[in-house]
Protein backbone atom coordinates (compact mmCIF):
# COMPACT_ATOMS: atom_id res chain seq x y z
CA UNK A 1 0.00 0.00 0.00
CA UNK A 2 1.49 3.62 -0.63
CA UNK A 3 0.36 6.36 1.72
CA UNK A 4 0.12 9.63 1.23
CA UNK A 5 0.77 11.59 4.58
CA UNK A 6 -0.42 15.43 4.70
CA UNK A 7 1.07 16.58 8.06
CA UNK A 8 4.24 13.93 7.75
CA UNK A 9 6.70 16.63 9.64
CA UNK A 10 4.76 17.81 12.27
CA UNK A 11 4.24 15.82 15.64
CA UNK A 12 1.51 13.56 14.90
CA UNK A 13 2.22 12.95 11.26
CA UNK A 14 5.69 11.83 11.96
CA UNK A 15 4.86 9.27 13.75
CA UNK A 16 2.39 8.21 11.41
CA UNK A 17 4.77 8.20 9.05
CA UNK A 18 7.41 5.62 11.76
CA UNK A 19 4.28 3.68 12.24
CA UNK A 20 3.60 2.98 8.58
CA UNK A 21 6.68 2.28 7.68
CA UNK A 22 7.11 -0.16 10.46
CA UNK A 23 3.83 -1.59 8.59
CA UNK A 24 5.55 -2.13 5.26
CA UNK A 25 3.89 0.70 3.43
CA UNK A 26 5.43 2.92 1.11
CA UNK A 27 5.72 6.14 2.32
CA UNK A 28 5.10 9.57 0.34
CA UNK A 29 4.87 12.48 2.87
CA UNK A 30 3.70 16.04 1.07
CA UNK A 31 5.21 19.28 2.58
CA UNK A 32 6.03 22.67 0.70
CA UNK A 33 9.22 22.81 2.92
CA UNK A 34 12.35 22.00 0.85
CA UNK A 35 14.27 21.71 4.11
CA UNK A 36 12.14 19.32 5.43
CA UNK A 37 11.98 17.42 2.77
CA UNK A 38 15.87 16.89 3.45
CA UNK A 39 14.98 15.36 6.93
CA UNK A 40 12.74 12.76 6.26
CA UNK A 41 13.41 9.52 7.22
CA UNK A 42 14.96 6.81 4.87
CA UNK A 43 12.72 5.15 2.50
CA UNK A 44 10.42 7.67 2.53
CA UNK A 45 9.70 9.61 -0.72
CA UNK A 46 9.17 13.69 -0.36
CA UNK A 47 7.53 15.70 -2.98
CA UNK A 48 6.91 19.18 -2.25
CA UNK A 49 3.41 20.56 -2.63
CA UNK A 50 0.91 22.92 -1.04
CA UNK A 51 -2.08 22.87 0.23
CA UNK A 52 -2.91 26.19 -0.58
CA UNK A 53 -2.43 25.81 -4.10
CA UNK A 54 -4.52 22.52 -5.79
CA UNK A 55 -2.79 22.97 -8.57
CA UNK A 56 0.40 21.28 -6.59
CA UNK A 57 -1.99 18.38 -5.23
CA UNK A 58 -2.66 16.01 -8.45
CA UNK A 59 1.23 14.89 -8.47
CA UNK A 60 1.37 14.71 -4.77
CA UNK A 61 -1.71 12.13 -4.96
CA UNK A 62 -1.12 10.40 -8.37
CA UNK A 63 -0.77 6.45 -7.77
CA UNK A 64 -1.64 6.82 -4.06
CA UNK A 65 -4.00 3.96 -2.40
CA UNK A 66 -4.27 6.08 0.96
CA UNK A 67 -4.34 9.01 2.43
CA UNK A 68 -3.68 10.50 5.94
CA UNK A 69 -4.24 14.01 6.11
CA UNK A 70 -3.60 16.40 8.93
CA UNK A 71 -3.47 20.01 8.43
CA UNK A 72 -2.94 22.42 10.53
CA UNK A 73 -5.28 25.21 12.49
CA UNK A 74 -5.40 28.30 10.41
CA UNK A 75 -7.29 30.77 8.80
CA UNK A 76 -7.18 28.60 5.27
CA UNK A 77 -7.42 25.43 7.30
CA UNK A 78 -11.23 24.43 5.46
CA UNK A 79 -10.27 25.74 2.04
CA UNK A 80 -6.99 23.37 2.70
CA UNK A 81 -9.01 20.36 4.04
CA UNK A 82 -11.67 20.31 1.17
CA UNK A 83 -9.19 20.91 -1.82
CA UNK A 84 -7.33 17.84 -0.15
CA UNK A 85 -10.31 15.79 -0.58
CA UNK A 86 -11.04 16.89 -4.08
CA UNK A 87 -7.59 15.96 -4.78
CA UNK A 88 -7.58 12.35 -3.91
CA UNK A 89 -10.66 12.07 -5.31
CA UNK A 90 -9.58 12.54 -8.93
CA UNK A 91 -6.38 10.64 -7.75
CA UNK A 92 -8.63 7.62 -7.30
CA UNK A 93 -7.51 7.50 -3.63
CA UNK A 94 -8.97 4.46 -1.92
CA UNK A 95 -8.93 5.22 1.42
CA UNK A 96 -8.70 8.53 4.02
CA UNK A 97 -7.90 9.07 7.21
CA UNK A 98 -8.71 12.33 8.21
CA UNK A 99 -7.25 14.42 11.73
CA UNK A 100 -10.25 16.28 13.54
CA UNK A 101 -11.04 17.39 16.71
CA UNK A 102 -13.26 15.71 19.45
CA UNK A 103 -16.31 17.81 20.08
CA UNK A 104 -18.90 17.31 22.76
CA UNK A 105 -22.16 18.74 22.18
CA UNK A 106 -21.53 22.69 22.21
CA UNK A 107 -18.29 22.82 21.22
CA UNK A 108 -18.90 23.58 17.28
CA UNK A 109 -18.47 27.29 19.18
CA UNK A 110 -14.54 26.31 18.49
CA UNK A 111 -13.49 27.84 15.70
CA UNK A 112 -11.13 25.60 15.21
CA UNK A 113 -13.24 22.89 15.45
CA UNK A 114 -16.14 24.35 13.85
CA UNK A 115 -13.61 24.55 10.45
CA UNK A 116 -13.25 20.67 10.53
CA UNK A 117 -16.67 19.97 10.32
CA UNK A 118 -16.99 21.20 6.11
CA UNK A 119 -13.59 18.41 6.13
CA UNK A 120 -15.56 15.86 7.46
CA UNK A 121 -18.41 15.97 5.54
CA UNK A 122 -16.56 16.32 2.39
CA UNK A 123 -14.96 12.92 3.47
CA UNK A 124 -17.77 11.21 4.15
CA UNK A 125 -19.41 12.36 0.37
CA UNK A 126 -16.45 11.59 -1.28
CA UNK A 127 -17.36 8.06 -2.06
CA UNK A 128 -14.13 7.35 -0.89
CA UNK A 129 -13.56 4.67 2.05
CA UNK A 130 -12.51 6.68 5.47
CA UNK A 131 -12.11 6.94 8.86
CA UNK A 132 -12.30 10.00 10.99
CA UNK A 133 -10.13 10.47 13.67
CA UNK A 134 -11.44 12.59 16.75
CA UNK A 135 -8.66 13.46 19.03
CA UNK A 136 -9.28 14.85 22.55
CA UNK A 137 -6.78 17.56 24.09
CA UNK A 138 -3.08 16.17 23.34
CA UNK A 139 -0.12 15.33 26.31
CA UNK A 140 2.07 16.49 24.07
CA UNK A 141 0.69 20.23 23.88
CA UNK A 142 2.23 20.04 27.36
CA UNK A 143 5.90 20.08 25.78
CA UNK A 144 5.44 23.60 24.89
CA UNK A 145 5.08 24.77 28.17
CA UNK A 146 8.51 23.42 29.25
CA UNK A 147 10.23 26.28 30.95
CA UNK A 148 7.06 27.04 33.01
CA UNK A 149 6.83 23.58 34.78
CA UNK A 150 10.31 23.11 35.29
CA UNK A 151 11.76 26.72 35.90
CA UNK A 152 8.26 28.86 37.54
CA UNK A 153 6.60 25.25 39.12
CA UNK A 154 3.43 26.15 37.13
CA UNK A 155 1.12 24.17 34.71
CA UNK A 156 0.04 27.04 32.85
CA UNK A 157 -2.62 25.41 30.90
CA UNK A 158 -5.90 26.66 31.60
CA UNK A 159 -8.28 23.64 31.57
CA UNK A 160 -9.85 24.41 34.52
CA UNK A 161 -11.98 21.87 36.67
CA UNK A 162 -14.21 19.12 34.93
CA UNK A 163 -11.64 17.82 33.34
CA UNK A 164 -9.94 16.13 30.08
CA UNK A 165 -9.71 12.75 28.68
CA UNK A 166 -6.11 13.66 27.16
CA UNK A 167 -4.91 11.71 25.00
CA UNK A 168 -1.37 10.87 23.75
CA UNK A 169 -0.13 11.62 20.22
CA UNK A 170 1.05 8.18 19.89
CA UNK A 171 -1.91 6.49 20.47
CA UNK A 172 -3.61 8.96 17.69
CA UNK A 173 -0.77 7.84 15.58
CA UNK A 174 -1.27 4.15 16.15
CA UNK A 175 -4.99 4.61 15.49
CA UNK A 176 -4.19 6.09 12.35
CA UNK A 177 -1.63 3.59 11.07
CA UNK A 178 -4.37 0.50 11.99
CA UNK A 179 -7.61 1.96 9.94
CA UNK A 180 -4.67 2.99 7.14
CA UNK A 181 -3.39 -0.92 6.89
CA UNK A 182 -6.25 -2.89 8.47
CA UNK A 183 -9.55 -3.42 7.34
CA UNK A 184 -12.80 -2.97 9.39
CA UNK A 185 -12.55 1.19 10.09
CA UNK A 186 -14.29 1.87 7.03
CA UNK A 187 -17.17 4.77 7.36
CA UNK A 188 -16.00 4.78 10.91
CA UNK A 189 -15.66 7.83 13.33
CA UNK A 190 -13.56 7.10 16.40
CA UNK A 191 -13.11 9.79 19.29
CA UNK A 192 -9.84 9.03 20.91
CA UNK A 193 -9.02 9.44 24.57
CA UNK A 194 -6.61 9.31 26.89
CA UNK A 195 -7.73 6.68 30.10
CA UNK A 196 -7.82 9.40 32.67
CA UNK A 197 -9.68 12.60 33.39
CA UNK A 198 -7.64 15.02 34.18
CA UNK A 199 -8.05 18.43 35.71
CA UNK A 200 -5.94 21.18 36.05
CA UNK A 201 -4.70 20.91 39.36
CA UNK A 202 -4.38 16.84 38.63
CA UNK A 203 -2.11 17.50 36.11
CA UNK A 204 0.06 20.02 37.75
CA UNK A 205 -0.34 17.29 40.94
CA UNK A 206 1.26 14.65 38.33
CA UNK A 207 4.39 16.81 37.71
CA UNK A 208 4.64 17.34 41.06
CA UNK A 209 5.14 13.45 41.58
CA UNK A 210 7.33 12.86 39.09
CA UNK A 211 9.77 16.16 39.76
CA UNK A 212 9.81 16.10 43.36
CA UNK A 213 8.76 19.37 44.33
CA UNK A 214 5.39 21.61 43.89
CA UNK A 215 4.14 22.42 40.71
CA UNK A 216 0.90 24.34 41.08
CA UNK A 217 -1.56 25.10 38.73
CA UNK A 218 -2.11 28.30 37.40
CA UNK A 219 -5.75 28.92 37.37
CA UNK A 220 -8.77 29.47 35.04
CA UNK A 221 -7.67 33.06 34.58
CA UNK A 222 -8.06 33.43 30.82
CA UNK A 223 -6.84 37.12 30.63
CA UNK A 224 -3.91 36.50 32.40
CA UNK A 225 -3.50 33.27 30.45
CA UNK A 226 -3.75 35.56 26.94
CA UNK A 227 -1.14 38.14 28.36
CA UNK A 228 1.31 35.43 28.71
CA UNK A 229 1.08 33.84 25.24
CA UNK A 230 0.38 36.83 23.08
CA UNK A 231 3.91 36.98 22.11
CA UNK A 232 4.72 33.30 21.78
CA UNK A 233 1.28 32.14 19.32
CA UNK A 234 0.34 33.71 16.02
CA UNK A 235 -2.10 36.26 16.54
CA UNK A 236 -5.44 34.48 15.71
CA UNK A 237 -4.74 31.59 17.53
CA UNK A 238 -5.47 33.54 21.12
CA UNK A 239 -8.84 34.49 20.85
CA UNK A 240 -9.47 31.18 19.57
CA UNK A 241 -7.45 29.27 21.73
CA UNK A 242 -9.16 31.22 24.65
CA UNK A 243 -12.90 30.00 23.53
CA UNK A 244 -11.42 26.45 23.64
CA UNK A 245 -10.86 27.07 27.41
CA UNK A 246 -14.07 28.83 28.27
CA UNK A 247 -15.41 25.41 27.17
CA UNK A 248 -13.34 23.42 28.68
CA UNK A 249 -13.53 25.43 31.97
CA UNK A 250 -17.33 25.56 31.64
CA UNK A 251 -18.32 22.33 30.11
CA UNK A 252 -14.68 19.89 30.42
CA UNK A 253 -14.27 17.39 27.55
CA UNK A 254 -14.86 13.63 28.95
CA UNK A 255 -14.71 10.68 27.73
CA UNK A 256 -18.39 8.55 27.48
CA UNK A 257 -17.36 5.15 28.22
CA UNK A 258 -19.18 4.02 24.78
CA UNK A 259 -15.79 6.17 23.46
CA UNK A 260 -13.22 3.84 24.96
CA UNK A 261 -14.88 0.79 24.63
CA UNK A 262 -15.30 1.76 20.48
CA UNK A 263 -11.44 3.46 20.41
CA UNK A 264 -10.55 -0.27 21.87
CA UNK A 265 -10.97 -1.54 17.91
CA UNK A 266 -8.99 1.17 16.15
CA UNK A 267 -6.39 1.17 18.57
CA UNK A 268 -5.60 -2.31 19.43
CA UNK A 269 -5.11 -1.96 22.78
CA UNK A 270 -5.21 0.00 26.15
CA UNK A 271 -4.37 4.10 25.94
CA UNK A 272 -1.52 5.44 27.06
CA UNK A 273 -2.16 7.16 30.69
CA UNK A 274 -0.97 10.72 31.40
CA UNK A 275 1.76 9.34 34.06
CA UNK A 276 3.80 7.41 32.02
CA UNK A 277 4.23 10.45 29.91
CA UNK A 278 5.31 12.79 32.37
CA UNK A 279 7.19 9.98 33.49
CA UNK A 280 9.24 9.76 30.16
CA UNK A 281 9.22 13.12 29.60
CA UNK A 282 10.97 14.65 32.87
CA UNK A 283 14.13 13.27 32.51
CA UNK A 284 14.26 14.44 28.96
CA UNK A 285 13.57 18.19 30.45
CA UNK A 286 15.81 17.88 33.27
CA UNK A 287 18.77 16.99 30.58
CA UNK A 288 17.62 20.58 28.49
CA UNK A 289 16.99 22.45 31.46
CA UNK A 290 19.87 21.62 33.90
CA UNK A 291 19.76 24.52 36.27
CA UNK A 292 15.58 23.78 36.91
CA UNK A 293 16.99 19.82 38.16
Known amino acids: MKVLVIGGTGMVGSMVVSGLLGQGA ?11 LKRLPEGVEGILADLDDPDTLAPACEGIDGMFLLNADGLNETDEG ?15 VYLSAYMPQGSEIIPHYRTKLPVEKAVKESGIAYTILQPNNFFQNDLAMRDAIMLRGVYPQPIGMRGLNMVDARDIADCAVNA ?20 GEDAAKVYS ?39 FQKYGATAPAADLER ?15 VK ?14
Open 26 to 36: SVRVMTHSADK
Open 82 to 96: LFAVSAARGAGVRKI
Open 180 to 199: LMKPGHEGQTYPIHGPDVLT
Open 209 to 247: RHLGREVRYAGDNLDAWAEQVKYLLPEFMVPELRIMYQF
Open 263 to 277: QQRVLGRKPLPFDDF
Open 280 to 293: ETVPQWRSAVPRAA
